[in-house]
Nanobody, 120 residues
Framework: QVQLVESGGGLVQAGGSLRLSCAAS????????MGWYRQAPGKQRELVAV???????NYADSVKGRFTISRDHAKNTVYLQMNSLKPEDTAVYYC??????????????WGQGTQVTVSS
């Protein structure tokens, strides 16, 4: 019913930048919170950043001051601008959206994940 398609991952040297995008499509009436999570090998998935429908943001301490989350309501898209990347940022990054369907049911949705690799 709802698809999240991520793009923008890749390989970058430490200190570099990447911009992730995640576009939601399907039977969407509206979207509440949108966010980015990441999972490194052997570790649990963790919250990176979240943005509410009103534009309030919250970040993991490890990325504060380096990453910026934003969204385009008209495009149902969320972005993650990642600057000053570190090797420890290497992970699969997942997009998440709290979608309100045209039926008014609310469901959590996940993207397929995009790999971010930061070389030292």
């Amino acid at each position: 019913q709802v698809q999240l398609v991520e793009s923008g991952g890749g390989l970058v040297q430490a200190g570099g930048s990447l911009r992730l995008s995640c576009a939601a499509s399907g039977s969407i009436f509206s979207i509440n919170d949108m966010g980015w999570y990441r999972q490194a090998p052997g570790k649990q998935r963790e919250l990176v950043a979240v943005i509410t429908s009103g534009g309030s943001t919250n970040y993991a301490d490890s990325v504060k001051g380096r990453f910026t989350i934003s969204r385009d309501h008209a495009k149902n898209t969320v972005y993650l601008q990642m600057n000053s990347l570190k090797p420890e940022d290497t992970a699969v990054y997942y997009c998440n959206a709290d979608a309100v369907l045209t039926t008014r049911a609310t469901i959590p949705c996940w993207g397929q994940g995009t790999q971010v690799t930061v070389s030292s």
